[in-house]
């Protein structure tokens, strides 16, 4: 028998261990045939929304890859392509808002974001008035999220440290629960609770810093969570070594546990970052907002990119609708931007 004999017989398809498959066009034939008997509906039934048409047409492709598979290639094949494309449509579905956000506030952001529109600010700029800018906004909104990370991010860091390494029975359970309350809780209501304490209580002025605390509080239980998660993720083993070499155990947090989980803890900070960039309730109590540049966030009220755009989309006025879609891409492009450095820093910060 010839060696190319053997290797033909020893391939699965030779010995029939591979079942029958669908044809490479018949996908694409079924893809198309959705399509156009969704656009046949479209036309018979009043229906003019682009969401129901994706769902229309998935669930028709669906529908016919599936008995296609039943029929040629058996139910359990069919049932595994049936489950496959259900991930694949849940993934489109949860891309396809998220690009027309984007794609919606680019087109519409991007022609009023300019140099002019970066470098200045909105003071003696009415609602008519073509001019203003978004300057004072981004400094109080730089300003307050790098007031509000400096004090969520150690305070929580410790936090979970403490329920991962030393943290046991009822305090532990106890910290675990207000946690979890914490992150339930509504942006609005850390805006009350500044307003209530430091302002009306302690008789303080709305401040940026006022609007720093409230984001304090919203922070914090995304950073608990994501930094005890990625600690719990450290490998035993590693801990272990480092206490048979003789190292106490806090030198073995932060030399070993914490750069090993630091990637994971960094992208959990960004996520508590990218939620607070967006909230306007809690700046709306505490800041109270200003058209002028004011660089003290500890002295008289202070602006924000998500206030300006509160304000700026409530006006009748179509110039200021722009520039409220400028500041949402100049918000969107900040976080980005945040991000990217946290990042790299992290990556800088593995490699020693």
């Not at 498959?21 to 959705?34: C, E, M, Q, W, Y």
């Not at 409530?314 to 946290?342: E, F, H, K, S």
């Given at each position: 028998m010839s060696t190319s004999t053997v290797t033909a017989a020893a391939t699965p398809g030779a010995l029939g261990l591979v079942g029958r498959?669908?044809?490479?066009?018949?996908?694409?034939?079924?893809?198309?045939?959705?399509v156009a008997a969704t656009v046949l509906l479209?036309?018979?039934?009043?229906?003019?929304?682009?969401i129901q048409f994706v769902l229309i047409a998935g669930t028709l492709y669906l529908i016919g890859q599936t008995l296609a598979s039943i029929?040629?290639?058996?139910?359990?094949?069919?049932?595994?392509?049936?489950v496959t494309t259900l991930v694949y449509l849940a993934f489109l579905l949860a891309v396809i808002p998220l690009v027309a956000v984007l794609a919606s506030v680019i087109a519409k952001?991007?022609?009023?974001?300019?140099?002019?529109?970066?470098?200045h600010s909105m003071r003696n700029i009415g609602a008519r008035d073509?001019?203003?800018?978004?300057?004072?906004?981004?400094?109080?909104?730089?300003?307050?999220?790098?007031?509000?990370?400096?004090?969520?991010?150690p305070f929580s860091l410790l936090v979970a440290i403490?329920?991962?390494?030393y943290g046991r029975g009822r305090t532990s359970r106890t910290i675990s629960f207000f946690v979890d309350v914490l992150t339930g809780l509504p942006s609005v209501i850390a805006g009350l609770f500044i307003l209530a304490f430091y302002i009306l209580a302690l008789g303080q002025k709305p401040t940026g810093f006022a609007g720093a605390l409230a984001l304090t509080i919203l922070m914090i239980p995304i950073v608990v969570r994501s930094a005890e998660e990625m600690l719990k993720l450290v490998p035993d083993d590693l801990r272990e070594a480092s206490y048979a070499l003789g190292v106490s155990r806090w030198r073995t947090i932060i030399k070993v546990v914490i750069p090993t989980a630091l990637p994971g803890i960094i992208t959990?900070?960004?996520l508590a970052v990218a939620r607070v960039a967006g909230e306007t309730a809690p700046l709306l109590l505490t800041i109270f907002g200003?058209?002028?540049?004011?660089?003290?966030?500890?002295?008289?009220?202070?602006?924000?990119?998500?206030?300006?755009?509160?304000?700026?989309?409530?006006?009748?006025?179509?110039?200021?609708?722009?520039?409220?879609?400028?500041?949402?891409?100049?918000?969107?492009?900040?976080?980005?931007?945040?991000?990217?450095?946290?990042?790299?820093?992290?990556?800088?910060?593995r490699v020693r």
């Open positions: 498959r669908l044809p490479k066009t018949a996908l694409p034939a079924i893809g198309a045939g959705a479209y036309v018979v039934a009043p229906i003019t929304s682009r029929m040629v290639e058996g139910s359990r094949r069919a049932a595994d392509r049936f952001g991007a022609e009023r974001v300019d140099v002019n529109f970066l470098t073509a001019g203003g800018g978004i300057y004072h906004a981004l400094i109080g909104t730089l300003e307050q999220i790098a007031l509000a990370s400096l004090f969520a991010v403490y329920l991962v390494e959990g900070v960004m200003n058209d002028s540049i004011n660089f003290n966030p500890f002295s008289g009220p202070q602006s924000a990119l998500p206030l300006y755009i509160y304000s700026q989309a409530g006006q009748p006025q179509q110039i200021a609708v722009d520039r409220a879609w400028a500041a949402a891409l100049t918000l969107i492009v900040v976080v980005m931007l945040l991000n990217a450095v946290a990042r790299l820093v992290a990556r800088l910060a």
